[in-house]
């Protein structure tokens, strides 16, 4: 017996995509914030004399903090809706930008990252969660809005950097407190809409929750491998955020704001990568994505750090596309795995990416110090290899067992 459910009213899905919009743009600016810190980081080693591992180490104070209040975040919002959260997140990261403008030597700036970090947590496990609600049942396009949102901001990081900050001064991030305070009203707007979501869903009937058929040794099989793959994935991709510009001055004398455009163009095609990612998940399998998206990007990083400037910038844009289009589509099958419990999986998603992507950013500047940072590219570009082993991960079929019988 097929069951045929009636399509949403075209003012409910403007008014849901709205919302999308809206968190997606919050994400925009978010993350923009979050990226000041980065893209200060040649002003910041040149004015304090920092190391490459005291420029990883401000990546893991900043991404550690995420990592770890994420889920117990997303956990929190899991057993009581938190609707002003979200809003709570901008005005956290407003401090942490106002730190990062006064702060005037390695420990101020740490203490800046921190707090910095502590918005993002908050944040993303309630903005994923808000767009997963007004979804509209096409999961995939809506984490691919969301995430694209975040991407284009820390895109606009390395032009901010090359046309604001290198040129002015730490100072010039004060400006950025504007940039907060629209995020702020944004958010706020969002909080009513969950207010009012929330109060429509409690004069619904309670719809029980199916669970996957897979025992407990196979979902925990299946958390190992998405967090392998996870690692590498944002160990490459947070190295290329902190180091990129690094090693396109070591390697090809460029200036600093000449090396913040490159980072851009790569940054940019992240972006473009995320969106493509969700859309062709909810249409193809979101394995399917996965599988192209780890390993696809394996020639590219290999290729990398042999080339000359413009092949190199060739290889950084496709290394963009393909690595990012999977994280969508990762988000969406991690919270199949453990239906109900979407903010707290949300939160461990993006909790141990940032997380291990921070302690990778850390070793990596730690090996540069040693060995110099073209070598330290050449070794990470093994890291897509481990994207072989999607092969462990549950089939689709296996998440949803009601559908075969259908």
């Not at 069951?3 to 003012?11: E, G, M, S, V």
């Not at 032009?159 to 991030?173: D, K, M, N, R, Y």
């Not at 040794?217 to 160990?235: D, P």
């Not at 200036?255 to 940019?268: K, M, P, T, V």
Request: some cysteine.
């Amino acid at each position: 017996m097929t069951t045929i459910t009636a399509a949403p009213a075209p003012n409910a899905q403007r008014a849901a995509l709205s919302i999308i919009l809206a968190v997606s743009g919050a994400h925009f600016l978010n993350d923009l914030l979050q990226f000041l810190l980065p893209a200060l980081y040649p002003l910041l080693k040149e004015n304090y004399g920092l190391s490459y591992l005291q420029i990883g180490l401000l990546t893991l104070g900043q991404q550690i903090t995420a990592c770890l209040l994420q889920p117990a975040f997303g956990l929190s919002g899991d057993l009581k809706p938190k609707p002003y959260w979200l809003a709570l997140s901008m005005v956290i990261v407003a401090a942490g930008v106002a730190m990062l403008a006064a702060a005037s030597g390695f420990w101020l700036l740490f203490f800046a990252a921190v707090v910095l970090g502590t918005g993002s947590a908050l944040f993303h496990p309630e903005a994923s969660r808000v767009a997963r609600m007004a979804s509209g049942g096409r999961l995939g396009f809506a984490q691919s809005l969301f995430q694209v949102g975040g991407n284009a901001g820390t895109a606009l990081g390395p032009l901010a950097a090359a046309l604001i900050l290198l040129p002015i001064g730490q100072s010039s991030v004060f400006w950025f407190l504007i940039v907060a305070a629209l995020g702020l009203l944004l958010m706020t707007h969002v909080g009513r809409w969950f207010v009012d979501h929330q109060r429509q869903l409690a004069l619904r009937p309670t719809i029980p929750v199916s669970k996957p058929a897979l025992s407990r040794q196979r979902l925990t099989v299946a958390f190992v491998v998405i967090g392998a793959l996870l690692l590498s994935k944002f160990i490459y991709i947070e190295g290329l955020k902190s180091y990129y510009a690094f090693f396109l001055i070591e390697k090809f004398a460029l200036s600093a704001q000449e090396a913040q455009i490159f980072l851009f163009a790569f940054l940019g095609s992240v972006a473009a990568g995320t969106f493509i990612g969700g859309p062709v998940g909810d249409r193809y399998g979101r394995l399917t994505v996965i599988w192209v998206s780890i390993l696809g990007a394996l020639p590219f990083t290999l290729a990398l750090p042999y080339l000359d400037l413009f092949w190199t910038c060739a290889m950084s844009i496709m290394v963009g596309l393909i690595l990012s289009s999977a994280f969508s589509a990762m988000v969406v099958y991690a919270q199949e795995l453990v239906p109900g419990k979407v903010g707290m999986v949300a939160g461990f998603v993006f909790g141990f990416a940032f997380g291990i992507g921070a302690l990778g950013a850390a070793v990596m500047g730690a090996l540069a110090d040693w060995i110099g940072m073209i070598a330290v590219f050449q070794i990470c570009a093994f890291l897509p290899a481990l994207g072989i082993l999607t092969v462990l991960l549950p089939k689709t079929a296996e998440l949803h067992p009601e559908r075969k019988q259908a």
